[in-house]
Nanobody, 123 residues
Framework: QVQLVESGGGLVQDGGSLRLSCTAS????????VAWFRQAPGKEREIVAR???????YYTDSVKGRFTISRDNAEITVYLQMNSLKPEDTAVYYC?????????????????WGQGTQVTVSS
């Protein structure tokens, strides 16, 4: 049973930084694509960043140059470093991972999800 647990959310001022963590149990992230999504009140869930199984990355345009996705050497924790945060980054952030290796899922086809962590950026 794969479980993902996010941590690191909180309240930060405009321009501040946070680092989110997503720790896996049941298996590692090795060979599996993992992504960070977010959902703001009244809005649809959107992908923020993705670390593909081949170590390539994807960022949505609104976070390019500000957010960085990475993985620890043990490949059980994935991070989202968020710098220069803006009020519009306020959302619940979720990590998700693919259900099979060597595959990049469509955004609505991730099998395993964490419970989410709240990020609030005050102006």
């Amino acid at each position: 049973q794969v479980q993902l647990v996010e941590s690191g959310g909180g309240l930060v001022q405009d321009g501040g930084s946070l680092r989110l963590s997503c720790t896996a149990s049941g298996r590692s992230f090795s060979r599996y694509t993992v992504a960070w999504f977010r959902q703001a009140p009244g809005k649809e869930r959107e992908i923020v960043a993705r670390l593909n199984w081949d170590d390539s990355t994807y960022y949505t345009d609104s976070v390019k140059g500000r957010f960085t996705i990475s993985r620890d050497n043990a490949e059980i924790t994935v991070y989202l470093q968020m710098n220069s945060l803006k009020p519009e980054d306020t959302a619940v952030y979720y990590c998700a991972t693919a259900g099979r290796p060597w595959w990049i899922p469509q955004d609505d086809n991730y099998l395993h999800w964490g419970q989410g962590t709240q990020v609030t950026v005050s102006s």
